[in-house]
């Protein structure tokens, strides 16, 4: 206690020890341990949960608080959650700007309209906290809210759903290792016990001396594996039938948000053309031309013993006929031309360059 406290008869206060104390009825956690202070959204003034009871229990009343003249009600008190109000009250405003500006980086073209999207959310929480203009943006929020209202509604369904399928998940997850533990504790004792129970009959079999020691040691290895796989094969079927554990395709693990899956396309068979269509454009191949020397070759076993196809001759004839067709041989030869032109005088300045000279008519030798 200070020297100033003790001349005037005041006790000095402990830091923090106004934090324990109602501003309402100044009733102290000191001598009321189980007192539990609430704040009310509006002004965020605590008080105990007397006062609150006895002054707001008949209806809305104006805050008891001095300088504060904001009409609360009872139903919006609630416990405190941060020491300081200040944090208390910023949480507040951002969850309530936040549950009207839900949108993500997906809904949007690019990072910049996502960028300038969450700087007029800060903006907008910024004023709110600090006092700016509060009016105006309590308009636009609402505003925003009434112009919005579906997709809003819809980014909160869908929300509530990844909740609820989380939570769902981590009991399923919760209810599985339980149950594994489980298993694995009956799997234990009963193993336990049937290599307690072959022991004894070995025992009792080497006691009556009947029959060779690693016969016996043998027939007890056999069985306890026997039973061991047994017994593993009979958890595998457990796990697998357990009804706790969802199946991989129901809405429990279902992840929101995903692309969609493209199937690749059969494959096709091989094609050493590359796709390249061998159909002739410019005509059409006839089944039987008429020729009198086709005709007459037809019928004569010299050519038809070999197998000859009188049908591959007439399309190698059509397509000698008519490979031409879309070929300009005129601006193929100019083009050429201009081409040997181009490299013979490149190739000469490129000597008179070798020999030393400017090849503006010097000698090459």
Not at 135 to 160: F, G, H, M, V
Not at 247 to 256: G, M, N, P, R, T
Request: charged share 30%; net charge negative; aromatic share 6%.
């Amino acid at each position: 206690m200070s020297k100033a406290a003790q001349r005037n008869g005041v006790a000095a206060r402990r830091p923090g020890e106004d934090d324990d104390i109602c501003p309402v009825c100044k009733s102290s956690r000191y001598l009321n341990p189980t007192m539990r202070f609430l704040v009310n959204p509006e002004c965020y003034h605590k008080m105990c949960e007397s006062c609150v009871d006895r002054i707001f229990s008949t209806g809305p009343a104006p805050c008891p608080i001095a300088g504060c003249a904001r009409t609360l009600r009872k139903q919006r008190f609630r416990k405190q959650t941060f020491e300081d109000l200040k944090i208390e009250r910023e949480v507040d405003v951002r969850r309530r700007v936040a549950q009207v500006f839900n949108k993500e980086e997906n809904d949007f073209e690019t990072l910049r309209a996502y960028n300038n999207y969450l700087e007029e959310m800060e903006v907008i929480t910024f004023n709110l906290l600090e006092g700016i203009d509060v009016a105006a943006t309590e308009r636009k929020l609402t505003a925003y809210a009434a112009q919005n209202a579906p997709s809003i509604a819809q980014r909160d369904a869908k929300a509530t759903k990844e909740r609820n399928n989380q939570n769902a998940q981590q009991a399923a997850q919760k209810e599985q290792a339980l149950l594994n533990r489980l298993a694995a504790d009956s799997a234990s004792i009963s193993s336990i016990a049937e290599r307690e129970e072959a022991h004894k009959q070995n025992l009792d079999a080497l006691t009556a001396a009947q029959v060779d020691t690693k016969v016996v040691l043998k027939k007890s290895t056999a069985r306890r594996t026997a039973a061991e796989k047994a017994r593993d094969k009979q958890r595998q079927q457990q796990l697998s039938q357990q009804p706790g554990v969802p199946d991989a395709d129901s809405e429990v693990y279902k992840i929101e948000g995903l692309k969609a899956v493209v199937e690749a396309p059969p494959e096709q068979p091989y094609d050493p053309f590359g796709g390249m269509s061998l159909t002739p454009s410019y005509y059409t191949p006839q089944s039987h031309y008429d020729h009198p020397w086709l005709d007459k070759a037809k019928s004569d076993p010299s050519h038809m013993a070999g197998g000859y196809d009188f049908r591959e001759y007439c399309q190698r004839t059509m397509l000698e006929a008519f490979a031409g067709l879309g070929c300009f041989l005129e601006e193929e030869m100019r083009e050429r031309e201009h081409r040997k032109d181009g490299d013979g005088m490149v190739a000469t300045e490129g000597a008179a360059l070798a020999a030393g000279g400017d090849g503006a008519g010097d000698d090459v030798l």
